[in-house]
């Protein structure tokens, strides 16, 4: 069955590292691959796309890259904020007409002042 | 800038009672979807409407679910009968064409059932 896998553990770090969390799934082929913030007890921000047919994608200081070949996404996030703590979700987006997404479980970040 | 809203955004009911989550997405999109996510859990998808109507639905989509777009504007999810494990966070969510995949979400509605 499909499986998607992020970094399970919280991660913490120092404000101004570089904080970068993994996203790795088995048993599918997503068209892209989407990134997004989610605040205790709100809905789902987007924050980045990825397809299938791309390699790494930029936004301020977001990067996401996409290896279709390791079924991987890593996620960064440079110059880190304490505001940049929330919980980060990585989803696969179905190739059908519906465009359904496939939700990891997400990883905490912390970062530290 | 545009925003899909929710209503309400905590809903307490006794099990076994109906419940209806109101939705409306961003005014120019045609695609909706409803999601949800059980405390410490991973979101799940429920259904999606396009067209006015169902395109797609997940095995948790079952006959006590409908969902359906009365107006414009507004979009509806209806448990008939709600059970104790349906107690979760539902998001809507909507995007604007089919080839556009970015969805946007809404705050959520938290749901409990006693």
């Known amino acids: 069955s499909q499986k998607i896998e992020q970094n399970s553990e919280a991660l913490n770090i120092q404000e101004g590292k570089t904080a970068t969390l993994t996203c790795n799934y088995t048993?599918?082929?997503?068209?892209?691959l989407q990134w997004y913030r989610q605040d205790p007890g709100r809905g789902p921000v987007f924050l980045l796309l990825?397809?299938?047919n791309e390699k790494e994608k930029r936004k301020e200081r977001l990067k996401v890259t996409f290896d279709t070949t390791l079924k991987q996404s890593l996620f960064h996030i440079t110059a880190s904020q304490p505001a940049d703590s929330a919980t980060y979700l990585c989803?696969?987006?179905?190739?059908?007409?519906?465009?359904?997404?496939?939700w990891g479980l997400g990883t905490s970040l912390a970062v530290n002042p | 800038e545009p925003e899909v809203t929710q209503t309400p955004s905590h809903q307490v009911t006794q099990m076994g009672q109906e419940v209806i989550l109101r939705c409306v997405p961003i005014?120019?999109?045609?695609?909706f979807y409803w999601y949800r996510q059980i405390l410490g859990q991973k979101v799940e998808f429920l259904v999606s409407?396009?067209?006015?109507?169902?395109?797609?639905k997940s095995e948790i989509f079952d006959d006590q679910f409908s969902v359906e777009r009365p107006d414009g504007s507004n979009f509806t999810l209806k448990i008939r009968s709600t059970k104790l494990e349906d107690s979760a966070m539902y998001f809507c969510?909507?995007?604007?064409?089919?080839?556009?995949?970015?969805?946007?979400f809404g705050p959520g509605t938290r749901l409990t059932v006693l």
């Open positions: 989803a696969l987006g179905d190739a059908g007409n519906n465009r359904k997404l496939i």
């Open positions: 048993n599918y082929s997503p068209a892209y």
């Open positions: 990825i397809r299938e």
């Open positions: 005014s120019n999109h045609l695609y």
């Open positions: 409407f396009y067209n006015n109507e169902i395109s797609e």
């Open positions: 969510a909507s995007k604007i064409y089919r080839i556009t995949d970015t969805q946007y």
